[in-house]
Nanobody, 125 residues
Framework: QVQLVESGGTLVQPGGSLKLSCSASGFTLDYYAVGWFRQIPGKEREGLLC????????YYTDSVKGRFTPSRDNAKNTAYLQMNGLGREDAAVYYC??????????????????WGRGTQVTVSS
């Protein structure tokens, strides 16, 4: 079964850190670009960043620059999102997505081929 599964979302205190995982099954992430998105209930989905298969990073929003960093472990067929300095405004459902072109980061979310179902991140003291 071809799918992406996010994990790692939990309750974290303001100022804390969290690392999300995006595990692929049924296909190999090696040559895919991986994007990270989030959505707050009642609001539009927000693009955060994307990492190409060669490690190039595109930030879709300045609000996470310097705080969020993508990475991947091809041996585990998994991508990660390291999030530091979390604030209440970062609380959302976080999604990963994969794009088969691989060497570029799509400007639009609809260009991603595969999506996970999301993992909830709550930021509260």
């Amino acid at each position: 079964q071809v799918q992406l599964v996010e994990s790692g979302g939990t309750l974290v205190q303001p100022g804390g850190s969290l690392k999300l995982s995006c595990s692929a099954s049924g296909f190999t992430l090696d040559y895919y670009a991986v994007g990270w998105f989030r959505q707050i209930p009642g609001k539009e989905r927000e693009g955060l960043l994307c990492e190409t298969y060669t490690g190039g990073i595109t930030y879709y929003t300045d609000s996470v620059k310097g705080r969020f960093t993508p990475s991947r472990d091809n041996a585990k067929n998994t991508a990660y999102l390291q999030m530091n300095g979390l604030g209440r405004e970062d609380a959302a459902v976080y999604y990963c997505a994969a794009e088969s072109g691989g060497g570029w980061c799509p400007p639009d979310a609809f260009e991603y081929d595969r999506w996970g179902r999301g993992t909830q991140v709550t930021v509260s003291s």
